[in-house]
Protein backbone atom coordinates (compact mmCIF):
# COMPACT_ATOMS: atom_id res chain seq x y z
CA UNK A 1 0.00 0.00 0.00
CA UNK A 2 1.34 3.13 -1.23
CA UNK A 3 1.25 5.84 1.94
CA UNK A 4 3.00 9.41 2.38
CA UNK A 5 4.29 10.83 5.76
CA UNK A 6 5.12 14.25 6.68
CA UNK A 7 7.12 15.34 9.62
CA UNK A 8 8.74 17.82 11.21
CA UNK A 9 11.85 17.89 14.12
CA UNK A 10 14.34 20.64 15.01
CA UNK A 11 18.55 20.14 14.20
CA UNK A 12 20.47 19.63 17.39
CA UNK A 13 22.74 22.78 16.46
CA UNK A 14 23.08 24.96 12.98
CA UNK A 15 23.91 23.26 9.94
CA UNK A 16 26.37 23.84 7.43
CA UNK A 17 25.51 23.88 3.84
CA UNK A 18 28.17 21.04 3.31
CA UNK A 19 26.42 19.55 5.83
CA UNK A 20 22.85 19.56 4.14
CA UNK A 21 24.42 19.15 0.98
CA UNK A 22 25.99 15.32 2.44
CA UNK A 23 22.56 14.76 4.13
CA UNK A 24 20.70 15.10 1.19
CA UNK A 25 23.19 13.28 -1.04
CA UNK A 26 22.34 10.10 1.54
CA UNK A 27 18.75 10.54 1.45
CA UNK A 28 18.87 10.48 -1.99
CA UNK A 29 20.75 7.39 -2.47
CA UNK A 30 18.92 5.30 0.20
CA UNK A 31 15.49 6.67 -0.76
CA UNK A 32 16.72 5.34 -4.39
CA UNK A 33 16.95 1.82 -3.35
CA UNK A 34 14.45 2.06 -0.71
CA UNK A 35 11.64 3.16 -3.83
CA UNK A 36 10.75 6.47 -1.64
CA UNK A 37 10.59 9.68 -3.23
CA UNK A 38 9.72 13.00 -1.21
CA UNK A 39 10.71 16.80 -0.33
CA UNK A 40 12.83 18.10 2.35
CA UNK A 41 12.28 21.13 3.67
CA UNK A 42 14.83 23.10 6.08
CA UNK A 43 15.18 26.73 7.84
CA UNK A 44 18.65 27.79 9.04
CA UNK A 45 16.85 30.44 11.22
CA UNK A 46 15.25 27.83 13.25
CA UNK A 47 17.20 24.68 12.32
CA UNK A 48 13.63 22.98 11.36
CA UNK A 49 12.83 20.48 9.10
CA UNK A 50 10.11 19.26 7.52
CA UNK A 51 9.98 16.02 5.36
CA UNK A 52 7.58 14.25 2.84
CA UNK A 53 7.80 10.71 2.31
CA UNK A 54 6.28 8.40 -0.39
CA UNK A 55 6.88 4.83 -0.50
CA UNK A 56 5.12 1.47 0.35
CA UNK A 57 3.87 1.43 4.00
CA UNK A 58 5.75 -0.69 5.80
CA UNK A 59 9.24 1.08 3.91
CA UNK A 60 7.93 4.17 5.36
CA UNK A 61 7.26 2.92 8.35
CA UNK A 62 10.68 1.88 8.79
CA UNK A 63 12.45 4.50 8.18
CA UNK A 64 10.79 6.94 9.76
CA UNK A 65 11.96 4.51 13.17
CA UNK A 66 15.05 5.05 11.38
CA UNK A 67 14.90 9.14 11.58
CA UNK A 68 13.16 9.00 15.00
CA UNK A 69 16.79 7.53 16.25
CA UNK A 70 19.03 9.97 14.29
CA UNK A 71 20.64 11.81 16.77
CA UNK A 72 21.06 14.84 14.82
CA UNK A 73 17.79 16.29 15.02
CA UNK A 74 15.05 16.09 18.42
CA UNK A 75 11.41 16.98 18.36
CA UNK A 76 10.65 14.68 15.40
CA UNK A 77 6.36 14.75 15.44
CA UNK A 78 4.46 13.48 12.72
CA UNK A 79 2.30 15.62 11.30
CA UNK A 80 0.03 13.63 8.80
CA UNK A 81 0.41 9.90 7.50
CA UNK A 82 -2.13 8.36 5.01
CA UNK A 83 -2.73 6.44 2.24
CA UNK A 84 -2.10 7.10 -0.95
CA UNK A 85 -3.41 7.04 -4.61
CA UNK A 86 -0.34 8.33 -6.63
CA UNK A 87 3.02 9.93 -5.24
CA UNK A 88 3.18 13.90 -5.94
CA UNK A 89 7.42 13.65 -5.82
CA UNK A 90 7.40 10.82 -8.38
CA UNK A 91 10.84 12.18 -9.89
CA UNK A 92 12.49 13.27 -6.63
CA UNK A 93 14.36 10.46 -4.57
CA UNK A 94 14.42 13.84 -2.48
CA UNK A 95 13.83 17.22 -3.44
CA UNK A 96 15.09 19.83 -1.46
CA UNK A 97 14.17 23.16 -0.31
CA UNK A 98 15.29 26.01 1.94
CA UNK A 99 11.84 26.98 3.56
CA UNK A 100 13.53 30.36 4.46
CA UNK A 101 13.51 31.07 0.39
CA UNK A 102 10.27 29.96 0.11
CA UNK A 103 6.96 32.40 -0.94
CA UNK A 104 5.30 33.22 1.61
CA UNK A 105 1.93 33.14 0.40
CA UNK A 106 2.41 28.88 -0.27
CA UNK A 107 2.80 28.59 3.36
CA UNK A 108 -0.29 29.97 4.69
CA UNK A 109 0.78 31.64 8.16
CA UNK A 110 3.51 29.11 9.02
CA UNK A 111 6.82 30.81 10.56
CA UNK A 112 7.73 27.56 12.18
CA UNK A 113 7.41 24.11 11.60
CA UNK A 114 7.18 23.38 15.95
CA UNK A 115 4.02 22.96 16.74
CA UNK A 116 5.21 24.75 20.27
CA UNK A 117 5.70 28.03 18.63
CA UNK A 118 2.53 28.00 16.63
CA UNK A 119 -0.94 30.33 18.22
CA UNK A 120 -3.68 27.57 19.36
CA UNK A 121 -5.19 29.01 16.21
CA UNK A 122 -3.65 27.30 14.20
CA UNK A 123 -2.98 24.20 15.44
CA UNK A 124 -6.47 23.26 14.48
CA UNK A 125 -6.01 21.22 10.82
CA UNK A 126 -2.19 20.83 11.59
CA UNK A 127 -2.44 17.44 9.01
CA UNK A 128 -3.58 19.47 6.41
CA UNK A 129 -2.12 22.50 6.21
CA UNK A 130 1.03 20.63 6.18
CA UNK A 131 -0.09 18.34 3.52
CA UNK A 132 -1.04 21.52 1.93
CA UNK A 133 2.48 22.94 1.87
CA UNK A 134 4.22 19.73 0.49
CA UNK A 135 1.56 19.35 -2.28
CA UNK A 136 1.80 22.76 -3.19
CA UNK A 137 5.72 22.33 -3.19
CA UNK A 138 5.65 19.49 -5.69
CA UNK A 139 3.66 21.97 -7.94
CA UNK A 140 6.10 24.52 -7.92
CA UNK A 141 9.36 22.67 -8.35
Same mark, same amino acid.
Given at each position: ???????? =???? !???? /? +?????????? #???????????????????????????????????????? =???? !???? /? +?????????? #???????????????????????????????????????????? !???????????
Amino acid at each position: MLTELVYC =SVAT !RAMS /V +DELDSLLEQS #REQNARLNVTGILLHSGKTREFMQLLEGEQDVIESLMQTI =SNDQ !RHTC /V +DVMYHDRIEA #RNFEDWSMAFRLFDKLDPKLIEGYTTFNTNSLPPSLLNGRNSRA !RSIMKSLSQNL
